[in-house]
């Protein structure tokens, strides 16, 4: 890969990914208008506290929810379920293309009665109830393949993915206190597993993500000005936007 300036990509960089992220705009490219986005949320409560509510969408697992956190959909529109894994209380929703649905995932009952269930809310309402909440971990995320890149360089690693594209390390993990580590990154909804260990990923490899908001995310890359790398916008052959991260 060559920079935008033209010089060939070298330096401290190339002991840190042994793959290559390309981010890609979903294809063909789209508008918020297209899509419908759903917030699944569940509001701080005593009762049952520490157990995790499993939101089912269509007979999939999506999410664990974990108290006071919330989770955010982008879908096509169409007819949806929503319930847990027992499917004993669900919600049908018809979703529109550019409209915003919030869906409440809470306990109702009374002691060995007590199930999840999910309700549709008013937006001003859900919104209030969102603005107090964190956004769900990204390791509680369900259903997805998570990517294996080696890594050669445990802090320029973390100064690549954490301060540079904005990750957060979920947790850290050695055998021993002299073997290789492993760790998991997320952004949002999207979740990396780094090791040093022999065999993990292959020196490299390539993941493609797609994402939206692709030319507001390079513009906020772009701003930090890092010095071992100048992503630029490209055209991919499937006539999408795409990034390379190399």
Known sequence: ???TDGVGFVGSLKRVLA?????????PPASANDLATVY???????????RKITTVLDGNEVVRLQNGRYFVMKLQPGNYLFSDKKAIYNIKLKLEPGKTYYVRAEFKGLKAKV?????????????????????????EVKNRAIPILRIFDVEKAKEFYVEYLGFKVDWEHRFEDNS???LQVSLGEFVLHLSEHYGDGCPGSTVFVKVTGLEESHKE?????YKYLRPRIGDAPWKAKCVKLN
């Open 40 to 50: 699944v949320y569940r509001i701080e409560a005593f009762m049952l506290r520490y």
């Open 180 to 182: 290789p580590l492993n």
């Open 19 to 27: 793959g290559l992220i390309v981010l890609l705009s979903l294809a």
């Open 221 to 225: 890359l772009a701003a930090k000005n």
């Open 1 to 3: 890969m060559r920079t």
């Open 115 to 139: 199930q999840p269930m999910f309700s549709l809310v008013d937006p001003q309402s859900a919104r209030d109830e969102i603005r107090e909440l964190k956004p769900s971990d990204g390791g």
